[in-house]
Every structure is written in structure tokens, then in C-alpha cells.
Nanobody
Framework: QVQLVQSGGGSVQAEGSLRLSCTAS????????MGWFRQAPGKEREFVGA????????TYADSVKGRFAISRDDAKEAVYLQMNKLKSVDTAVYYC????????????????WGQGTQVTVSS
């Protein structure tokens, strides 16, 4: 049984930082690309960024490029989302997800999902 368990998140003031973690089990973690998505109330789930398997190349949505950073630790079967210079528009529920192929930005391309964690940025 595949599980992605998220931790971190919470509330922060604008320009602050938060770090999200996602720990996987039940899959060969090193063979999966790991993505982060977010969903604000009344909006569709949107791609934030992803880190590939086999080298760890990263890709980001334009809205977070330069502020957010994704990293992975295959030994710990974990992926991280470091969020800096947060803005109120970053407020959303954040999800980690696993995909068997790299460079995927659509939610439907991801096979497994974390439980979601709330990030609230106050201005």
C-alpha cells in the first residue's frame, strides 16, 4: 500500500518561509518523480513544481519560480518544498504526489497523493 504522508505547513506572515515535507512508503521512491500541487478555495488544483527521478532535475510554475525550491532525499524516501518570500496568493492546501514519469504537470499524470496540508499566508 502506497502512502505519502505530509508534514509542515501552517500560518505565516507575508515574506515569511515555510517548509513542507512528504515521506513515502510502499513504492520504489527513487523511480518516481515527485510533484507539489496546491488548491485554493474555489480553484482548481494547480502545479507548483516537481523533481524528477534519476538526477533530480526540477521544474516550477512561473508563479513560484525563484521563491520555492524542491528537493528530494531518496535514502529517506522524502521530498521537500521550501517556500520563501511567501505571498497571500500562496494560501492554499498543498499536496505532494508521485508520478512514474518525469516532467509531468497535470494532476491526472500523478499516481499517488498525500493527504494535503494547509498553508496560510497573511498580509
Amino acid at each position: 500500500q502506497v502512502q505519502l504522508v505530509q508534514s509542515g505547513g501552517g500560518s505565516v506572515q507575508a515574506e515569511g518561509s515555510l517548509r513542507l515535507s512528504c515521506t513515502a512508503s510502499g513504492l520504489i521512491f527513487s523511480m518516481y518523480a515527485m510533484g507539489w500541487f496546491r488548491q485554493a478555495p474555489g480553484k482548481e488544483r494547480e502545479f507548483v513544481g516537481a523533481v524528477g527521478w534519476g538526477g533530480g532535475s526540477t521544474t516550477y510554475a512561473d508563479s513560484v519560480k525563484g521563491r520555492f525550491a524542491i528537493s528530494r532525499d531518496d535514502a529517506k524516501e522524502a521530498v521537500y518544498l521550501q517556500m520563501n518570500k511567501l505571498k497571500s496568493v500562496d494560501t492554499a492546501v498543498y499536496y505532494c504526489a508521485a508520478a512514474s514519469r518525469n516532467d509531468r504537470r497535470r494532476p491526472g499524470d500523478y499516481n499517488y497523493w498525500g493527504q494535503g496540508t494547509q498553508v496560510t499566508v497573511s498580509s
